[in-house]
Each structure stands twice: as structure tokens, then as C-alpha cells.
């Protein structure tokens, strides 16, 4: 498996584990570390994180929803400009947590780099 790949799990398995101790912004330390662990180069380490947080935030709060009939999701997308979609908000739900872990993974990368050449 390519880097690709194994950085993409290793961000979403250590956000999956995280998240059962800590807030909302373990998945940008699971990214930072995924980063560390295995290197991506131009705008793959910014992607493979955002879009490994995302199915996993969208997916998660999907399962959540689901159990409820997505009852609290209308409610919030009401209050929100998505006219009462609650596949919208989970889409945005994935969106942000993406965008958290992307700038995680760039700085996870850019750290990297500077512990190399030490």
C-alpha cells in the first residue's frame, strides 16, 4: 500500500480512537500525527487527511442521525441556511472537520521536515 493509503487509515483510525477521550480536535492530532508517521508531498498532505476526516465525521454523525430519524439534524439546519436538509449539515459537519485536519496534516508535514534535517 502506497503512502496514500496508509497515511489515510492511520488518520482515521487514530481519530476513531481518539475520539472516545478527547473533544472535537483530536482529529487534528490524529492528522498531525498520521503526517509525522508517513510522509505526503504537494497537496496530498493537505487532501488525504481532509478527506480521510471527512467520511469519518459525515459517516459518524450519519449513524447518529440515523438512530434518532434525524430529528436534532433538521432542527439545527433549520437554524442554519440549509432550509431543514439534515444531509446538508452532515455534509458541513464533514466540511469543517476536513478543513481542521487538512491544516493538521500540512502542519504535520512541514514539522517533519524540520525534525528530518536535525
Same mark, same amino acid.
Given at each position: 500500500?502506497?503512502?496514500?493509503? /496508509?497515511? +489515510?487509515?492511520? %488518520?482515521?483510525?487514530?481519530?476513531?480512537?481518539?475520539?472516545?477521550?478527547?473533544?472535537?480536535?483530536?482529529?487534528?492530532?490524529?492528522?498531525?500525527?498520521?503526517?509525522?508517521?508517513?510522509?505526503?508531498?504537494?497537496?496530498?498532505?493537505? #487532501? &488525504?487527511?481532509? =478527506?480521510?476526516?471527512? &467520511? +469519518?465525521?459525515?459517516?459518524?454523525? +450519519?449513524? =447518529?442521525?440515523?438512530?434518532?430519524? +434525524?430529528? =436534532?439534524? @433538521?432542527?439545527?439546519? &433549520?437554524? =442554519?441556511?440549509?432550509?431543514?436538509?439534515?444531509? $446538508?449539515?452532515? $455534509?458541513? %459537519?464533514?466540511?469543517?472537520?476536513? /478543513?481542521?485536519?487538512?491544516?493538521?496534516?500540512? #502542519?504535520?508535514?512541514?514539522? @517533519?521536515?524540520?525534525?528530518?534535517?536535525?
Amino acid at each position: 500500500m502506497n503512502t496514500k493509503g /496508509l497515511n +489515510f487509515i492511520a %488518520t482515521f483510525v487514530l481519530a476513531l480512537i481518539l475520539s472516545f477521550f478527547m473533544p472535537w480536535w483530536s482529529v487534528m492530532l490524529a492528522a498531525f500525527i498520521a503526517a509525522l508517521l508517513f510522509s505526503l508531498k504537494g497537496v496530498s498532505s493537505f #487532501f &488525504v487527511p481532509f =478527506l480521510s476526516i471527512l &467520511v +469519518f465525521w459525515a459517516g459518524y454523525s +450519519f449513524i =447518529l442521525s440515523n438512530a434518532n430519524d +434525524f430529528t =436534532l439534524a @433538521r432542527k439545527i439546519a &433549520v437554524l =442554519l441556511p440549509l432550509k431543514g436538509n439534515p444531509y $446538508l449539515l452532515i $455534509l458541513l %459537519t464533514g466540511l469543517i472537520g476536513g /478543513l481542521a485536519a487538512g491544516v493538521a496534516g500540512i #502542519f504535520g508535514g512541514q514539522c @517533519r521536515l524540520i525534525f528530518k534535517k536535525e
